[in-house]
């Protein structure tokens, strides 16, 4: 199990962070501190925490657009993080992925991918390489609903269902792709496709974080006794806007009833329903703490040199265009 991720307080823990940690982060995104913008993960906490409460700190993930979630609940250092996000030479990747590209090859993260549905296949990959070398590891991927309708969603469950190897494929079902509502733009459902090539799925709450841990307990097992892939879709809900620029435009394309409906079932306090009311609010100031010194750490450290701008590009070290080494 992920370490830090045992008990029904580590759960409310993660979250609370992952939920600070954006919150954090728009603050920097409206600041200018952050430039770009992000696409906030507020609301689906429960899925990143409780699919990476059933992994083992040497299994691996992929993640998407969406993904500062998976990179925290997976454990990566939230100040590293943030100083990625705000393009700092101490961030994860030396500031040079940002937002959606943040790896952490050290907690077995490979990757957030900004090509909606592109991560699968690398976790398909890096699962054909667990199984050849036999090291046991499992492999969880995310993608949204919107990835459902990537041809490389499909050959990539059509790869691990023949090969059988030890992937868990993650359909976090927020209800939209952007502002397309999921029954607008997606034909039969992500249960279906998975039962189309004999994976076995269920569909979740992706609201209540045990039972997200629970169904991925069950798929992460399965893969470690060389059982196959599973799916599980987690229904859940993002409380804010697809990307920050949704704050500059207008956008009409659900109601305040419907996002009042959801947030009812915040995560966060079904889970904090789970704990003593003085434990939540001590692992909430402990997390403010967390956060406060990460963006100390992130808005103190430097900028990298521009003239190294191309350094990194190439995993051999080759000089990229002829620039600096
Ligand atoms: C291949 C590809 N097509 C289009 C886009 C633009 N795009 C970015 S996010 C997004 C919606 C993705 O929806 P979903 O997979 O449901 O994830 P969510 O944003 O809801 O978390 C789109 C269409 C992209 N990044 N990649
Ligand atoms: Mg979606």
């Given at each position: 199990m992920t370490d830090g991720l045992h008990t029904p307080a580590d759960l409310y823990r993660r979250m609370r962070l992952i939920r600070g940690f954006e919150e954090l982060a728009l603050?920097?995104?409206?600041?200018?501190?952050?430039?770009?913008?992000?696409?906030?993960?507020i609301g689906e906490e429960a899925v990143a925490v409780g699919v990476c409460a059933a992994l083992a700190d040497h299994d691996l993930i992929t993640s998407t657009h969406r993904g500062h979630g998976h990179v925290l609940a997976k454990g990566s250092?939230?100040?590293?993080?943030?100083?990625?996000?705000?393009?700092?030479?101490?961030?994860?990747n030396r500031g040079r992925g940002g937002s959606m590209?943040?790896?952490?090859?050290?907690?077995?993260?490979?990757?957030?991918?900004?090509?909606?549905?592109?991560?699968?296949?690398?976790a398909v990959g890096a699962a054909w390489a667990a199984q050849r070398s036999g090291s046991g590891k499992v492999v969880a991927t995310f993608f949204g609903d919107g990835g459902l309708n990537q041809g490389v969603l499909l050959e990539a469950l059509n790869l691990a269902a023949l090969w059988q190897l030890p992937v868990l494929f993650v359909c976090e079902n927020n209800g939209y792709a952007t502002t397309m509502p999921t029954a607008t733009g997606v034909?039969?459902?992500?249960?279906?496709?998975?039962?189309?090539?004999?994976?076995?799925?269920?569909?979740v709450d992706g609201m209540d974080v045990e039972v997200v841990r629970d169904a991925a307990v069950l798929a992460a097992d399965r893969a470690r006794r060389a059982e196959g892939p599973a799916l599980i879709e987690a229904m859940t809900y993002r409380f804010g806007p697809h990307h920050t620029m949704e704050f500059r435009i207008r956008l009409s394309y659900r109601t305040q009833e419907e996002i009042d409906e959801w947030r009812r079932r915040d995560p966060l306090d079904i889970q904090g329903g789970r704990i003593a009311a003085g434990q939540?609010?001590?692992?909430?100031?402990?997390?403010?703490?967390?956060l406060a010194e990460a963006e100390r750490f992130?808005?103190?450290?430097?900028?990298p040199d521009p003239a190294g701008a191309l350094d990194y590009l190439y995993a051999s070290g080759m000089v990229a265009r002829g620039g600096v080494a």
């Open positions: 603050r920097l995104v409206k600041s200018g501190e952050i430039v770009g913008g992000i696409h906030p993960y250092d939230p100040s590293r993080m943030l100083a990625e996000l705000a393009g700092r030479e101490t961030g994860l590209h943040a790896a952490d090859v050290a907690v077995g993260i490979l990757g957030a991918n900004a090509i909606v549905g592109a991560a699968a296949p690398i034909a039969g459902n992500a249960v279906g496709r998975a039962e189309a090539f004999g994976i076995p799925a269920v569909t939540r609010a001590r692992l909430d100031a402990e997390i403010a703490e967390i992130a808005l103190a450290s430097p900028r």
